[in-house]
Each structure stands twice: as C-alpha cells, then as structure tokens.
C-alpha cells in the first residue's frame, strides 16, 4: 500500500517509488507536515524543536507550555486565527464577521483510486494505480469542516492535494483565502524557479535565491496568464538538471491563482499554492460546499530534469484525456499568417489543395469566417457562417476539403464579445460590466459572464450548430483578452464571479469534448496566455506562443519544457521574415524549432519557392519518422539558452534505444570556438550511431565529453542528430 497510517505514532505517511511524504497528528489535533523528500522510513517527528520563541503566541489547550506554537510548527493546514503569523492557506470569515478558524483532525479514510473533484479538472487514475487519503478536520465552534485530499500516484512519483470546505454551521461564511497546498521545511537554503513573461514572449525561467520575507507570483486577471504560470519549483541551492533535489508544484486551474514562498524567522521555508484571494470572496451558505482546484506535487533527488520528467509522464498519461491523448497529432496548416481576416472558401480550398500537394494532413481555418467578421472590431458573438463571405456553405467547403484527401479544422473564440455585433446589441446585460461604468476594452472586445449558466448553454447550443454542419476534427479555442469588470447582475456576491467564470468555462469544454469526442481541440489564449494543467485536461495541446520566431521560440519552449509535455506544446513552422519580429531563419532552423511540439505550419504555400516546397516534404517525413520519440520519450535539456550560445534539448525513448537530438544556433562570430553538446540518458558501456553520418560513438564519451557541432557559417543554424544504440563495448 502507498498510504499508511501508524497508531501508535498517529503519522500518516504516503509512499512512492522514490518518495515519501509524512505527517502527523499531534496531541492537540493539528496536523503537523513532517517530511517530503527521498523516500525513507520510520518516523520522522524527531525533527520537531518546542521551544520558548517570545512573541509566537500559544494555543490555549498548550496551558502555560509556552514552547507550544503554531507560529514555529510546520503544517498540512495553516489557517489565520491560529497564532500562525506566517502566510495562511485557508481564511474564512465567520457569520459574527470574525476573521479566523481552528481545524483539529477528526477522522481519516483510505480508499484505492484517485479523488475527483465535481466541475472540476483533476489528475485521474484506475483504481490499481493510485489511493486516495481523505483527512477530515473540523473547526469546533463554527462547525465548518474540511477534508484534505491527497491522492498518490506512486509509479509516477506524484502526490496530489486538494481539499473540499463544508459550511455544517448554522450561518453563511465566507472564504476570503483558498489554497490547495502547503509544503513547510524545517531547515534548508532552496532557490526559487518561477516563470514570468508577456504576450509572445512567455515562460522565460527566473531562479532567484529564497530569501527572508515573501516571495510572490500569480494572476489578477482571470486566466493563468502569460505574465507568471501557475507551476514552480524550489531547488537546493546546488540542484542542476542532473544532480540535487527539488520540488514543483502545479495548480491544475485555469484562472486568478497566487503562489507564495516564505522564509521565516527561524530559517523556516514555507510553499504555497491556490487561488488567488484577490478579487476573491466566495459565500457558504449552510450546507454548501467549496471545492479547492488541485496542485499537483513531485520530488526529485536527481535534478530538475528528473523533475519535469516526471510532471511530463503525469500530464500526458493522467491528465491529458480522449482520443488523441497518446495519438500523434496531425500536421496542420493554419490560415492566419497566410491570409489573416481576407479568406473565402476558395482562398481556403486553395491553401488546402496546397497542403495537400505537400502532404500536411490538415487546414485550420482560422479567424474571419462566421458574422460580420472583417477585423477584430465587430462579429465576436454572432456565430453563424458568413456564407456570402465563403461564397459557399461551411459543409460544402468542408467536403471539398475532405475530397483533397484533407482534415479540416475551425477557430473559435466563444468568450469574448465586440460590442459591433447581433448579440451584444440583443443581449447587452449578457457581458461582465460594472452598472454605470464605461467597461474596459482590449483588442476592441468585451467579455461573455460565463458565471452564468445560460449565457453558457446559449454559446454552447450556437457553437454546436457551427461543429454539426460538416466533419470538423479540430476546434482551436482561443481567448483574447484578460477579464475586468468583474460584475455579474445575478450574483449576490461579486468575489465569487471570476471563480465561477471558470466553473462556467469547464463545465461548457466538458460539455464539447464528451460531445464531440473525435475532435481534437487545442487551447489558445492569444497563444501561452492560459497554458496550465488545468486546460490540459480539457484539450490535449495549447499554442504555446503566437510568437513564431524560431529563436524565440526555442527560449519560449525551453521555460514550457520545465513543468509541460513536449505533446502538449503547440509549435508550427512559419514564414519570414517572422511576423512578429522581422527576423530572417532557415527553414531547417524553423523546422527543428517547431519539432519541439506537436508540428504545423503558419504559412503561405503559395509564396514557397520550390526548393522549400521540397524542404517542407522533407520535415514532414523527418517528423512523422520521429514522431511517436518526441511526443512521447523523455525530454532533456542539453542547454540553458539564456546563457549558451546555442539551444539544444534531447529526446530519449524509455529504453534509451533512440535519442534525437536538436540543436539551434544563436549566434555567430568571426573565428568562432568550437560548441560541443553533451548527451544525456544513454546506456552506459555501449556504442550508438548516427543516422545522418553513419559515425558510430562510446555513450559514455558523448554524455561526458559531447559532440562538437561542425565548422558553419551563416546565421542561425540548426542540427538534428538521430543515434540508436549499436552494441556493448567489449
């Protein structure tokens, strides 16, 4: 069994195969967090020191035991009111108006199977392969109770934490802080990695040094955003990608999220993560219930690559769902940087007939199709097919394509609204809008209150009736702009709108795919602006940037790479020079960047000259050779682009018989010294070829000593090694 509960010592211990979390319940009833690392045994409440620290206060059954405080004690459920002056995870106030609450531990359950969570994304698993711990606690006085969820996945080396607030008082309370998970440490110096950004440039990687005080990321604007994603990790001071422990922590959520890590007065390092208490008040009346969104959790004592190893295997086999969860995507074409809003059927039928000429196996028709939509000014909300626009009707246009021998796939952006259209002149009191303020606009829209069900069921029901006009196998969901004005006319209680916004967004996904369970939909907003777990539980890949360049590229999915499956990026090949930044690259440049995802073009086919035509074939049958290795083997960083002349990562199979390696160049000089990149993961004490030069290599040489790049000129060169193992070196 992975979960165990010891009577004597009245520990509860959750194992995996390389970890062990453990805490305890104490004499007074709190429930004290006692170790997560290396997986050990025994009981670790020796760790424990009471004693007198002056200004931290005493629980008033401690008596005159000063030595007793929660203000120094390490926790599963740190609460304000408790003498815990350290950041809290849970803050209520009480039907007197009182702020603060006191859970003592109850009762315990352990079931086979993982938790769910209603209305809610969430790691799943069969019943073999996980076990859920049920910790419930109670509040005395107010009679609120919370149960701690922890689920073990233990061949993944995965915990999860949620929990679930019931108000069984006879008053509304009203939870003002909400997070799912804390991580204290007794003792150690960590760095923090967090991963900030903007739009088209997301994800970069910040490793700063834990300091005394807080540290904080998070989201005020109603979506994971691309400023900070909810994942991050703490390291010990020496931890690299091959060496040192480390901790991550992933909020399966899609909304306002905040992370905190804290370093106390005694050297005491606390992590924490949840929903944002900003713009969050969320009422309980009696009876009711809250449902905390998860964190997922993972440990490595071999470095960070170990790490993200990890937390890949965990999204892509345990979140990720449906048909095309473990599939290899198709290979798209998308009609934005080709034609952008100017499309008709014809110019779409032609830029599937190029495709096809090419062998990509599907067109995208992006924005511009449906209302009156011929900029981004006017038509957000009015979705019927423009077919005056198209000249033809969706389904005609749709089997055309098909006839080519081509999949056909559509844009939607089903939240937002521009003002200039049917439905907001029908239906105004349908947007967030603060009553008697001018709403804020961005990208000239506004936003759908998808806190309210039936603006939900009416998108819902005119989306359906876009997807049943014809064999539509893809749905790109974007969304293109932050929440504001945070008002909903049918809400008593405004802090809970943007919670329930997201509750809205899940319940209409889950609606779509159980639907239409053949398509493939892939998350966007305005690219990685809603890149988390959460939306990977609903679409199995996300469009990791609309920033395309190919060097920005390999920055952007080297940030990604930490806590997201290579499956789940989407990554396309696009024309130059680039569109958001001017930049000239090659095509075999912008092909190996773009291979670190699941692989598509941005492009016009008709502007190729031949001998990129025969490129593009080219890729394509490299990437479709490789694809089942690079969507689904272990992925390793061979270099930090921030500080190395070139951008390299590894794609390794499980039995280490296969590795692809790729290789961008960032720079180039004047009599330039040589790059030598090192391999990782490969068998020990044998010999592994490379396709492309037949050369045969000693693992051990290549991942000790490396491979030096060849002598090239010309800017922004890109390599691709494929080896396989040989034989054992005698």
């Known amino acids: ?6 009577e004597k010592d009245q520990t509860f211990t959750l194992h995996t195969k390389n970890t062990t979390y453990q805490m305890k319940v104490d004499q007074y009833g709190f429930l004290l967090h006692l170790y997560y690392g290396r997986r050990t045994g025994g009981c670790m409440d020796y760790l424990l020191s009471y004693l007198d620290r002056g200004f931290s206060g005493n629980p008033y059954d401690a008596g005159l035991d000063r030595t007793y405080s929660m203000d120094v004690l390490p926790q599963e459920l740190p609460c304000q009111g408790t003498g815990d002056y350290r950041s809290p995870s849970v803050i209520i106030k009480n039907p007197d108006g009182s702020y603060g609450c006191d859970f003592r531990y109850k009762s315990y359950q352990i079931l086979d199977g993982k938790y769910s969570l209603p209305g ?83 994800r970069n990687v910040q490793r700063t040094s834990v300091s005394h005080g807080a ?55 606390r992590a924490l993560l949840g929903l944002s208490d900003e713009l969050f008040s969320y009422p309980l009346a009696p009876g009711e219930r809250f449902c905390i969104p998860e964190v997922i959790l993972t440990y490595s004592s071999r470095g960070l690559s170990r790490l993200s190893q990890n937390l890949h295997r965990c999204i892509r086999t345990h979140i990720c769902r449906g048909k095309y969860k473990d599939s290899v995507r198709p290979v798209l074409l998308n009609s934005w940087e080709a034609s952008y809003f100017d499309i008709t059927g ?10 096809a000429e090419l062998g990509i196996d599907m067109l995208v028709m992006d924005d511009g199709w449906f209302g009156r939509r011929d900029d981004d000014n006017s038509g957000l909300g009015d979705w019927y097919v423009n077919e005056n626009k198209l000249g033809e009707s969706l389904g005609s246009l749709i089997q055309r394509i098909n006839g080519l021998g081509v999949k056909f796939g559509i844009w939607i952006e089903p939240e937002s609204i521009n003002e200039d259209s049917e439905l907001y002149r029908e239906h105004p009191d349908w947007v967030l809008a603060v009553p008697g303020r001018s709403p804020i606009r961005a990208r000239n ?108 590229r390999v920055h952007i999915q080297y940030g990604t790479s930490f806590g997201y499956p290579i499956s789940a ?162």
């Open 1 to 6: 069994m992975s979960i165990l509960f010891a």
């Open 120 to 202: 809610l994304p969430a790691v799943y698993a069969a019943e073999g392969e996980a076990q859920t711990l049920k910790i419930c606690m109670e509040d005395r006085i107010t009679k609120v109770r919370i149960t701690l969820l922890y689920g073990v996945l233990p061949e993944q080396d995965i915990i999860t934490r949620s929990a679930v607030i019931e108000n069984e008082g006879d008053g509304k309370i009203c939870l003002k802080k909400a997070q799912a998970a804390c991580l204290d440490w007794l003792h150690g110096e960590f760095d923090l990695l967090s991963f900030y950004g903007r739009h088209a440039m997301e």
């Open 215 to 269: 540290q904080v990321i998070g989201s005020r604007r109603g979506a994971s955003s691309h400023q900070y994603n909810p994942m991050m990790i703490l390291a010990e001071k020496e931890t690299t990608e091959d060496a040192g422990s480390c901790y991550a922590m992933s909020f399966v959520y899609s909304g306002n999220f905040k992370g905190e890590v804290e370093k106390d007065q005694f050297n005491q390092t």
């Open 346 to 355: 014809e110019s779409v039928y032609q830029l599937a007939r190029q495709s």
């Open 445 to 552: 829209q506004l936003v759908l209150d998808f806190s309210r069900p039936d603006v939900v069921d009416y998108i819902f029901e005119r989306i359906c009736g876009i997807l049943d006009q014809g064999n539509i196998e893809y749905v790109k969901w974007d969304m293109n702009r932050s929440l504001s004005d945070c008002y909903s006319r049918d809400k008593e209680d405004q802090g809970r709108v943007q919670h329930d916004y997201m509750l809205g967004l899940y319940d209409f996904l889950e609606r779509l795919i159980q639907r239409y369970p053949n398509i493939l939909l892939e998350g966007c907003s305005g690219g990685g602006g809603r890149f988390d777990a959460g939306m990977l539980y609903y679409s199995p890949q996300i469009w990791c940037s609309d920033n395309t360049d190919a060097l920005d």
């Open 569 to 730: 990026v989407g990554s396309h090949v696009s024309a130059v020079p680039n569109h958001q930044t001017g930049r000239l690259t090659p095509l075999r440049t912008r092909g190996i960047a773009a291979m670190a995802g699941t692989f598509g073009y941005e492009l016009d086919p008709g502007k190729l000259l031949e001998v990129e035509r025969e490129q593009i074939r080219e890729q394509l049958s490299t990437y479709r050779r490789h694809a089942k290795l690079i969507q689904a083997g272990l992925y390793y960083r061979l270099t930090d682009p921030s500080t190395h002349v070139a951008g390299a990562w590894e794609f390794l199979s499980d039995d280490a018989s296969e590795a692809l390696v790729n290789v961008v160049m960032q720079e180039i000089h004047g009599n330039m010294p040589v790059t030598y990149i090192r391999l990782k993961g490969l068998r020990s004490g044998c010999m592994y070829q490379e396709m492309h030069s037949g050369k045969t290599y000693a693992s051990d040489a290549l991942m000790e000593e490396g491979l030096p790049l060849p002598d090239q000129s010309g800017e922004y060169r890109a390599y691709q090694m494929y080896f396989t193992v040989t034989d054992v070196m005698e």
